[in-house]
């Protein structure tokens, strides 16, 4: 069975540019949660989509956005990309809103902003 | 102050050695605790959940003390496949849903 999908798997932008980021879930997991993991540090939670609806958004500025769509895969998108968004992007499945604290994560998306 | 506090490490220790982390969190009304691995370059993945009454699991056992408000994890006979980061992480009430808060990681490198 595929785990979480992410892609791309690395890409590199410059100041400024935008950034479409996507992830598939594992098969009949129907929530989606993006984190954000600086190099060093632990990962930092963005957001969470369910059943296509915000459920929860960390401290990140309104230059990032989410959505998730009918067959449950999801877009994370940066605008405006500074230096500091240099950062591996983790999405994160599970079959709902749980607080059994099991995620499971894709690989992540390793984005470099020169 | 950071939600969930580790020491970074490394940890530097020989095959066989015990080894112990711990991790303070600041939010007294975080309700639910986990240990998560994660190897180089790799996704997290959850290693244990973490109860009041303490858990073990083969060679790893959680500990929390919620009046210290700190959660350890003691690896026994360390193999060098445990060489990796150990993340700390804690949920904070019921709605929280999936919004996990991560400690900074403690890195264990275990040497033959």
């Known amino acids: 069975d595929a785990g979480v999908t992410q892609s791309p798997t690395h890409l590199i932008k410059t100041r400024g540019q935008h950034v479409t980021l996507r992830c598939s879930p594992i098969s009949g997991h129907k929530s989606v949660s993006w984190y954000q993991q600086v190099l060093g540090q632990g990962p930092q939670f963005i957001f969470q989509y369910y059943e296509k609806e915000e459920r929860g958004r960390g401290n990140f500025p309104d230059r990032f956005s989410a959505r998730q769509f009918p067959n449950y895969s999801s877009e994370l998108n940066v605008n405006a990309l500074l230096l500091g968004d240099s950062a591996l992007y983790l999405c994160?499945?599970?079959?709902?809103?749980?607080?059994?604290?099991?995620?499971?994560f894709g690989e992540g998306s390793r984005l470099t902003v020169l | 102050r950071k939600e969930v506090e580790q020491d970074p490490g490394p940890f530097n220790v020989p095959e066989g050695a015990t080894v112990a982390f711990n991790c303070t969190y600041s939010?007294?009304?975080?309700?639910?605790f986990f240990w998560y691995r994660q190897d180089c370059r790799k996704e997290p993945k959850l290693l244990m959940s973490?109860?009041?009454s303490g858990n073990e699991d083969g060679r790893f056992t959680a500990q929390l003390n919620r009046a210290s408000q700190y959660i350890s994890l003691l690896i026994r006979d360390s193999k060098l496949s445990d060489s990796a980061t150990y993340l700390c992480?804690?949920?904070?009430?019921?709605?929280?849903?999936?919004?996990?808060?991560f400690g900074g990681g403690t890195r264990l490198m275990v040497k033959p």
């Open positions: 992480v804690v949920l904070c009430g019921n709605n929280a849903g999936n919004m996990l808060t």
């Open positions: 973490v109860y009041s």
């Open positions: 939010n007294s009304a975080s309700q639910s």
């Open positions: 994160a499945s599970s079959a709902g809103v749980s607080n059994t604290g099991e995620l499971f």
